[in-house]
């Protein structure tokens, strides 16, 4: 629908659509809204959620700076406290691999929480509900958010998490797993964006690592971007997808949120936080949302 009728659409709509048809790596400017040539997304993007912008500041790029410079003083405490024996390098290994798991199994359910409870309003936490919501309008902008721009938030929630291991943790075990689990947590934005991106815009490595599943790849995401929007959360591995999805883990949850506070799963009520902003760029209304073929209910039990 965003390709088609193209003249109908605005100007902003039709250069997002242009610049999103082109490899990334080939940095070829645009024409903005203003009708100069730019290579600045927000300069011919309006974000749908009101001061959002796709740069990376000086200020983000601090924030993740400074959180990759703990976990990796974190990681260097962790191997000088290690004894190098046979035993101690596959422990280390084990704990390596869980921490990385449990990055996946902790990004979903922070997606799962972002996508389905809460508003704007809602403190600490409402600039990324909006977000998330607008990621779901319209996904292909996270490909043209740089790095800093895209993780500095993840990176300043982990970093007390980071300097209290620093602190208080000598356990050389739980520090490699900390140190993997927060850097993983920390990229997983930046590798949800991947999963949205061509190939042609990623690295040749990034592609291989998709293909191997050792990152989740375009194919397991897209799983997720279809209303209304109840499973494949995970955004890491997406290794914890299959199991979560099958056993109802999620639908479990919200049935537990609604016991506790009456609160319905946007997954249930299909609820558009951005659907009048995204129609006032002039882009369809999405139609009924459904679960499966048959229409959403109340805990995912259907009609």
Same mark, same amino acid.
């Given at each position: 629908?965003?390709?088609?009728?193209?003249?109908?659409?605005?100007?902003?709509?039709? *250069?997002? &659509?242009?610049?999103?048809?082109?490899?990334?790596?080939?940095?070829?400017?645009?024409?903005?809204?203003?009708?100069?040539?730019?290579?600045?997304?927000?300069?011919?993007?309006?974000?749908?959620?009101?001061?959002?912008?796709?740069?990376?500041?000086?200020?983000?790029?601090?924030?993740?700076?400074?959180?990759?410079? =703990?976990?990796?003083?974190?990681?260097?405490?962790?191997?000088?406290?290690?004894?190098?024996?046979?035993?101690?390098?596959?422990?280390?290994?084990?704990?390596?691999?869980?921490?990385?798991?449990?990055?996946?199994? *902790?990004?979903?359910?922070?997606?799962?929480?972002?996508?389905?409870?809460?508003?704007?309003?809602?403190?600490?936490?409402?600039?990324?509900?909006?977000?998330?919501?607008?990621?779901?309008?319209?996904? +292909?902008?996270?490909?043209?958010?740089?790095?800093?721009?895209?993780?500095?938030?993840?990176?300043?929630?982990?970093?007390?998490?980071?300097?209290?291991?620093?602190?208080?943790?000598?356990?050389?075990?739980?520090?490699?797993?900390?140190?993997?689990? =927060?850097?993983?947590?920390?990229?997983?934005?930046?590798?949800?964006? +991947?999963?949205?991106?061509?190939?042609?815009?990623?690295?040749?490595?990034?592609?291989? =690592?998709?293909?191997?599943?050792?990152?989740?790849?375009?194919?397991?995401?897209?799983?997720?971007?279809?209303?209304?929007?109840? *499973?494949?959360?995970?955004?890491?591995?997406?290794?914890?997808?299959?199991?979560?999805?099958?056993?109802?883990?999620?639908? +479990?949850?919200?049935?537990?949120?609604? #016991?506790?506070?009456?609160?319905?799963?946007?997954?249930?009520?299909?609820?558009?936080?951005?659907? #009048?902003?995204?129609?006032?760029? *002039?882009?369809?209304?999405?139609? &009924? =949302?459904?679960?499966?073929?048959?229409?959403?209910?109340?805990?995912?039990?259907?009609?």
């Amino acid at each position: 629908d965003i390709l088609e009728g193209r003249s109908s659409r605005p100007r902003a709509v039709v *250069g997002l &659509t242009r610049l999103c048809a082109q490899s990334a790596t080939e940095k070829r400017p645009v024409t903005g809204v203003d009708g100069r040539e730019t290579m600045k997304a927000t300069d011919y993007y309006k974000p749908l959620v009101e001061g959002d912008i796709l740069e990376s500041s000086p200020e983000q790029v601090t924030v993740v700076a400074g959180a990759f410079f =703990l976990l990796a003083a974190l990681c260097t405490k962790g191997v000088y406290l290690l004894g190098v024996n046979d035993g101690s390098i596959l422990l280390a290994a084990v704990a390596a691999l869980v921490g990385y798991e449990f990055a996946d199994f *902790g990004s979903g359910v922070y997606h799962w929480s972002m996508d389905n409870y809460g508003s704007s309003k809602t403190p600490v936490f409402g600039t990324q509900i909006e977000a998330f919501q607008g990621h779901h309008e319209l996904p +292909w902008t996270i490909t043209y958010r740089q790095v800093c721009n895209n993780i500095y938030k993840i990176c300043q929630a982990t970093t007390p998490f980071c300097v209290a291991a620093l602190a208080l943790i000598n356990n050389p075990y739980v520090l490699i797993w900390m140190t993997t689990a =927060l850097a993983f947590i920390n990229m997983s934005q930046e590798l949800h964006k +991947w999963s949205h991106s061509s190939p042609a815009q990623c690295h040749p490595a990034i592609n291989q =690592l998709q293909d191997l599943g050792i990152i989740v790849s375009r194919k397991e995401h897209l799983l997720h971007h279809r209303a209304p929007f109840e *499973g494949n959360y995970c955004i890491v591995s997406g290794h914890c997808n299959p199991f979560l999805d099958k056993v109802g883990f999620f639908r +479990w949850m919200e049935e537990r949120v609604h #016991d506790i506070n009456g609160a319905e799963a946007r997954c249930w009520t299909n609820e558009r936080l951005l659907g #009048d902003t995204i129609e006032s760029l *002039g882009i369809k209304k999405t139609t &009924t =949302l459904t679960r499966g073929t048959k229409t959403a209910t109340r805990g995912g039990a259907s009609e």
